[in-house]
């Protein structure tokens, strides 16, 4: 009987474990991809700076003092 208890209480641990494992992986696959997306906007922020100081666009005088697009 104790060796049927044992038996059975370790399945229950091999499951648990086996469970957190694959919980463990989904989540590492989440981080992946999240980092992937970190890097992807950081290069298009790094781009939109770029542009922004090519274009003149926030210069060293406020936006207030700019005449809009449409004037």
Do not use: C, F
Request: hydrophobic share 40%; glycine share 4%.
């Amino acid at each position: 009987m104790a060796e049927q208890d044992t038996e059975q209480r370790l399945e229950k641990v091999e499951t648990k474990l086996l469970a957190a494992e694959d919980q463990l992986d989904a989540l590492n696959r989440v981080v992946w991809r999240q980092q992937e997306e970190l890097v992807l906007l950081r290069e298009q922020l790094r781009q939109l700076a770029i542009q922004l100081r090519e274009s003149g666009v926030g210069g060293d005088h406020p936006a207030e003092d700019e005449i809009p697009p449409h004037w």
